[in-house]
């Protein structure tokens, strides 16, 4: 079925169209109506239903856009006590309601006769949540919330200056692109050196996030922290034991593929020994690959590459910077990483990146492109809770759309040299990301299963975990002091704790669609389309299902994969 970017704001049928959320006061009433409202029949319960959802879908757009504004300028002191008032004032007042209304929806009449397949997934989550919720963890759930923002306000403020000129650690990374060696090693060594200068206060922040997420996970009666977020999360289809294995065969299958693609490397700069600082340098004479000059040029790129594929794909990101709700330039000031924030209400979500002219923005930018299009796609659904899909199904259709695009990166690169070059830096991304995946994910493990750990401790487990997933290939020497705090780079362990394993299944998914796609483009975008249409209303065995794939990261579908991109890098040349 064609689909549409005319993405529509949801039409308020119960809040007024000139409310917006300030304070509690305001808010209560709507709240109120809910809880008291009788519900006498089947009709009773849709609409009251659907009038919840609604107010959902008001209040967490009112959430993501203090977000948004916040990480967009994290030296607005305006924009963060925004977004620290609606956590520490709004929210935990909400709660009480939500876990009320949470309960009258399982313990009405009329619920059981609901369209079972329709409502599964939510009806789930709801018993989850009546499950999970304890009044004594509202006031440490609000403080963990803020807490988690000072992770970008201190990345925020990090600056190297190269040659004069100060830059932020995103936009110093280019200079690890260069054939001058000497250069590459002392920029790597600023960057490292910079990230060191705020350890201590990484790590102060990181052990009390530690503990407070700990006592949550002890009020609501689980063992761990890790035990109670798999239950949050959702992650009804696959447990601690399926992480582990999945650790086991990227160390196995993946992590001599990494050795293989570091030689290869090593050759094509004439070393004699690889350091951290080599693995993006070109030869001498070969220039980096600049797909881009600056935000808006990323953005036109990517709508050319899009409309190649499927013009609605295109089409997204034409709504999305009618608009503005793009920030895609590396600043000072501005908050790390990347992301797609979903607006439940008016639809259109934002993107947020940190954009340098690199190859990698390329990649960032197409995958935060699949999450937006993912967005575009389940916005029709009728309830905001089906829209809230699995996080694992989130990154296939992002990690997917890295890859279907590949084909169509003309639009970033003037001759099939250049485009052979960017094909291969994608697929070489796609196999060293594993180690790194199983390496946070096994630390965060370990981080939650003795919560009351020692800084010495998490550094020894951390340094344990990192030589694991070593490669033979590349010389680490003399840098122990800046190996035994490269966890802190990672924003998840701070921000979204246990998210991450998501990227590892879902870009086994993602290589199981550009599988399909290879063999048929048309076919596989169909699936693509079609699953993640879905939103959350299937379960995530069935999710995948919809877009013709197996549930599966077991040890032998992981080697089959590496096969399959082995096979293509040695096309690729």
Known sequence: MPYSADIKKIERRFVPEDFSVTTWDNLEPFFSDLADRPLSSGPDLEKWMKDMSELEAVISEDACWRQVRMTCDTQNKKLEEAFNYFYLEIQPKIQPFADLLNR?????????DLDQKKYFTYLRSVRKNIELFRTENIPIQAEISVLQQHYGAIAGKMTVEVGGQEYTLQQATRFLESEDRELRRSVYMKIQQRRKDDEDALQELFSKLVSKRNQVAKNAGFASYRDYKFTEMGRFDYKPAD??????????????????????QMDRLSLSDFRPWDTEAEPAGTQPLRPFQNGQQLLEKTIACFDELDPFFGDCLRKMESLEHLDLDSRKGKAPGGYNMPLAESGAPF???N???QMSDVTTMVH??????HSFLSHALELSAFKEYPTEMAEVASMAMELFSMDHWHSFFDNEEELRRA??????RVITIFPWIAIIDKFQHWVYEQPDHSVAERTSAWKRILDEFATTTMDQSGLDAFRAIQ?????????VPFYYIEYGIAQLGALGLWKQYKEDPRSALANYTKALSLGGTRTLPELYAAAGLSFDFSPE???DLMILVRKELEQVG
């Open 557 to 559: 579908y992981i080697r």
């Open 487 to 495: 966890w802190q780079k990672q924003l998840h362990l701070f921000e």
């Open 368 to 373: 935060e492109g699949g999450h937006a299009i």
């Open 423 to 428: 094909k291969r830096h994608q697929l070489e």
């Open 351 to 353: 993107i947020f990146m």
């Open 104 to 112: 009258k929806l399982i313990d009405c009449t009329f619920t059981k």
């Open 355 to 357: 954009a340098a002219g």
């Open 243 to 264: 992480c582990f294995q999945f650790h086991e065969a990227v160390r196995q299958h993946v992590v001599p593929l990494v050795n293989e693609i570091y030689r290869h």
